[in-house]
């Protein structure tokens, strides 16, 4: 079962800052958050992780609060083309030492004209 | 340019066959994957392989058998014994087990 807890679906103004929130209270100590987003009918695209500092890329800013309970990715100006589903993902590592994510429903993020 | 490509984007196959479908990666990637995404659910993990000539179960692997013989490939062959084969298959590949994942545009499996 996933591990995080998201609003299932959000609607935003073209040009707005996008704020997707994402509750993990059961996070361990060594699990990362990591955020990716799908697009209708194609593969996940990996947008950024980390695991207590806030975090800023080319794409977005992930903010993880204190008690690493929460955290929150933000697109600075959303545009039409951010419209998919954003899923937040705690790092589980399995019996057989893998790298598995475990996806949830995630959120399904419209951006409006 | 770098990435994962899945071929091919749309395949049927009738009750009873076997399909492989194909992943190549040109990222130098050391690590390949396989999920299960059906309609509205998240993704599902059936193999994974953390080097060549080594790969591991998922959660789902029964009904599917995958082989590493070469970095850049893992296919995925779905055999008459999985039940339910129709879903949207996807490749991912990372630069090792702790790095974050890449996916392909995934494989569109239906039964005749």
């Known amino acids: 079962d996933a591990k995080t807890t998201q609003p299932t679906s959000m609607d935003c103004a073209e040009g707005r800052a996008a704020n997707l929130p994402c509750n993990h209270s059961?996070?361990?100590?060594?699990?990362?958050v990591y955020w990716y987003r799908q697009i209708h009918s194609q593969g996940p695209q990996y947008i950024i992780h980390?695991?207590?500092n806030n975090e800023t890329n080319e794409m977005a800013s992930l903010i993880i609060t204190e008690d690493r309970k929460s955290s929150t990715l933000i697109l600075p100006h959303a545009t039409l083309r951010d419209t998919a589903v954003y899923y937040c993902i705690v790092r589980v590592v399995s019996q057989g030492g893998s790298e598995k994510l475990v996806f949830g429903k995630g959120t399904k993020l419209t951006v409006n004209p | 340019d770098g990435g994962i490509t899945q071929s091919p984007k749309y395949l049927f196959r009738k009750e009873g066959q076997n399909v492989t479908l194909s992943c190549e990666q040109n990222?130098?990637?050391?690590?390949m994957y396989w999920y299960r995404q059906d309609p509205g659910q998240g993704l599902r993990l059936i193999y994974y392989s953390q080097i060549v000539n080594d790969f591991q179960k998922g959660d789902i692997a029964e009904g599917y058998s995958v082989s590493r013989e070469k970095k850049e490939s893992f296919p995925l062959t779905v055999t008459s014994a999985q039940k339910n084969p129709t879903a949207f298959y996807l490749c991912a590949s990372s630069l090792n087990l702790n790095q974050p994942q890449h996916f392909g545009d995934g494989t569109r499996l239906s039964i005749l």
């Open positions: 990222l130098n990637h050391d690590a």
């Open positions: 980390g695991l207590k």
């Open positions: 059961t996070i361990s100590g060594n699990e990362y």
